[in-house]
Each structure stands twice: as structure tokens, then as C-alpha cells.
């Protein structure tokens, strides 16, 4: 097996990082290619579609062999069973793609906290709709997308989504309530108290063997007020 | 083969209407379950799981037989090779995938240009803001996104999305010019004048048979200021 090769933006976790966590956790052998030397120049050649028969919208993609596959939960869909992160059967793949696909949708949200009004502009340009957007975001819908994936886990019977082998969405549940500590560390306070079963996930998937190694490592790269989840205590609440 | 249930809200196209073409243009048999009697509570009963092994976030979803599969795209990439609208080998299915997850995106941003700031809250509190948005959306976000597809279409020869067969991803394609036509139309104008192949495909898709005869039956509802794509004229540049 070659190794897989992932195409991100160097400097921030991003939705990269949902991939990066599976790769990790299953000590998968892959290169962070932008990361390397005129890694941004790789990306932007790959997207003008230079020689690609499937230029991508956008990053994060992952070349594994000859197949080039863009879009995150497709990226995670086709590396579930390889990594061991997903069963095999067709009915708990559509299964878990579509929770994949909520944690899509909810880190989109999380991204408009700072960005509600156009990606093109600065956030010094969109404040005051920020916080307005990010009210409704803390008290609206990010109880609604846990309380949703604390249901799942309930339905499960735990310690995971799909009970009690950890998958692909577990490691993004992870980054997800990771990513709100970092960015609303007082609101996730809050909101955490209600759904102790996605906590719970967050801690076991935290301790295991590849996640631990890779956090301590500078590999995993800071959050910081580049990526999806930004620290602007003027948004929390 | 049992009859397929698709599940979303009556009264409006919304994100069901990507599945439903798919179904239309295949000659599908499946109910439109919300649309009958007592529809709108039998959504909701599944929302909370009641009797549900895997309840699902948000309409539309679908169940075929005992498999009940949600987002838009997942279920589309589910129905794509049965309803002869994908190809079966891995490496084309993903890359389909990945393009529906592109329009899964722009129908988002569809969505908040007259949502920019809260779902929670109606357009008419939120309208200031909704033109900004709206306005970066005509003038960057859509011709970005459908720059995009021409390019892909213009790769793969034509005069599809994969080439000389129809896929969902174009019936999709079909619903986003038709949405945009609906809801800015003297930009749509513009816009258009860029992507006569995105074009093309909308044009092709309208005069197939499936096609054709639901957009003339009552099983088309009409475009209207509760969907995705609302005709606003002071959103429209």
C-alpha cells in the first residue's frame, strides 16, 4: 500500500484535521504534503485541475493511489473500513456518512461565527453580525448538534455512536468539542453539561494510543485565529 | 422492490427536491410521505427517534426497504447506481460524490442569503445583513461555484458531468440554474453568460422525458418564499 497523500492548508487544523485524526489514529503512513517544501503551490496546481482529471473545489483532498477524493466525509467514507474506523456493511457506512455529514454541517456554522457574512472579508469587517451569529449559534445550535449526537450515542447503548467500537465520527466528535473548548471556552462549559455521553467521547478518544501520540507531536498543529474554531472572547457568552 | 418513502417537508421544493428528480427522472416508484395525510407529524416522530435505530438530523431522508438513510447527498449516492444515474465502479461513484457534496455546499449559501444571520429568525429581521450577504454571493460565491462545474463538465467532454451520460449530479445542476433563475434573475442572466455548458446541462436535463413530465405534473411544487431559493428583488444585482 502507497502512502496516502493528504493536500491541506499548512497553518491551521481545519477540516483537515478531521481527516488527520483518522489517519493518526489508525498510525496510517500518509504525507501532509502541503506541509513540505511549495506544499501551497501543490494544492493551488492540483485545484487548476493541471493534469487532474478530477480537480477538486477545495481542500483538504486525499490521493490514495490513483483516486483522488475531495470533500471530507467522502475522504472519511472511503477510509472508514481501511482504517478499521468503520464497519463494512453498506446500511452502518449510509449510517454513519450521514452523522459525518451533520458534523459537515456543523462545522460550516462554527466557521460562520466569525465569517457570517462573506469568507471574503476580514472578521474586523463582520463583528457585530459575528456575535450576532454566534448568540444564536451557543444558544440555538450547537445544543441542538450535540444534544442530536448525544441521542445517537443513548440510541447506541454507548460508549460510542455506533456502541462499542470507536469510529471515524467518534474522532471528529472529538475535534468538535475540542475545538468549542478552545474557541467558547465559557458557553461549552455549558453546553457540555447536557450532553455528558459526547464528553465522555471526547476523554476516550483523547487517551487512545495514536491520538495521544499525535497530540503531543508537532504535527498536530495549534488551534489559532486562522482556522475554523476561533478564540474572540467578544463571541462567547 | 418495495416502493421507496421519501420524507421531507410539503409545501416546498427545499433540499427534497434533489431527491426527488433523481426518483422522477427514473420513473421511481416512492410516496412522497409528508405530502399525504398526518405527514408532517410522522417526519417529526422519526426526528425523535421513536422506533428508530438510526434517527436522522433533518429531512429530507429516505427509507428504502428497512434502510433509512438521510442527507441529501448520502442518499444520492445510495439511489445513483440503482436508478442508473451513477456508474457502479468506486473510483467515478466517489468522485460524483464529491461534486454533490459541492452543491450541497452552495445550496447552504443559497440558503443564507436570506438567512445570513440565524435560521431562527425570520428574513424580514435580518434584511440588512441578507443584502450583504447576497451581494458577495452574486458577485463571487455563484460564479466561483459554477465556474467550477463548467470546468468540470468542459473536462470530462461533455455534455454531462461525467461525459456523455446523465448523472444525479446534473439533475442537480438542472435544479440549481432553475432555483437561481427563480430567485435572482437578473443576475442569473449574468452569471450564465459564463457557464453555457452549466447551461447546457440545465437545458438537456429539462427536456427528458422523466423530467418533463414532473415539472408539469402537481408533484412539481411551485418555487416559493419558504424554500431554499426565494424570490427577493431587493436581494437581486
Redesign the interface.
Known amino acids: 500500500m502507497a502512502r496516502y497523500q493528504l493536500f491541506y492548508w499548512p497553518g491551521i487544523q481545519g477540516r483537515g484535521e478531521f481527516v488527520r485524526l483518522a489517519l493518526e489514529d489508525a498510525g496510517a503512513a500518509y504525507d501532509d504534503v502541503a506541509r513540505g517544501k511549495g506544499g501551497t503551490d501543490k494544492i493551488m496546481a492540483m485545484m487548476k ?1 493541471q493534469g487532474e ?5 477545495a481542500p483538504p483532498f486525499l490521493k490514495s493511489g ?2 483522488l ?3 471530507v ?2 475522504i472519511l ?2 477510509l472508514g473500513p481501511k482504517l478499521k474506523l468503520a464497519p463494512r456493511d ?2 452502518s457506512r ?2 454513519l ?2 452523522l459525518q ?2 458534523v ?2 456543523f462545522v ?1 456554522e462554527v466557521h ?1 461565527t466569525h465569517h ?6 476580514y472578521y474586523e469587517d463582520q463583528k457585530p ?1 459575528a456575535k ?2 454566534a448568540g ?1 449559534f451557543l444558544k ?2 450547537a445544543p441542538k ?1 450535540l444534544g ?1 449526537f448525544e ?2 450515542i443513548e ?1 447506541s447503548g454507548g460508549p460510542f455512536v455506533l456502541g462499542r467500537k470507536v469510529t471515524y465520527v467518534d474522532l471528529s466528535l472529538f475535534q468538535l468539542v475540542d475545538g468549542l473548548r478552545y474557541a467558547f471556552p465559557k458557553a461549552a462549559k455549558r453546553i457540555e453539561k447536557k450532553v455528558p455521553r459526547v464528553v465522555s467521547v471526547h476523554d476516550r478518544v483523547a487517551k487512545r494510543k495514536g491520538i495521544k501520540a499525535y497530540l503531543a507531536s508537532d504535527r498536530r498543529i495549534a488551534f489559532n485565529e486562522d482556522g475554523i474554531f476561533r478564540n474572540y472572547p467578544e463571541l462567547d457568552a
Request: positive net charge.
Open positions: 485541475g482529471k478530477h480537480p477538486p473545489f490513483k483516486v477524493i475531495a470533500q466525509a467522502n467514507f472511503y453498506e446500511a449510509l449510517w456518512h450521514a455529514l451533520t459537515t454541517d460550516k460562520d457570517p457574512i462573506a469568507t471574503g472579508l453580525e450576532q451569529y444564536s440555538e445550535r448538534y442530536y441521542k445517537v440510541k
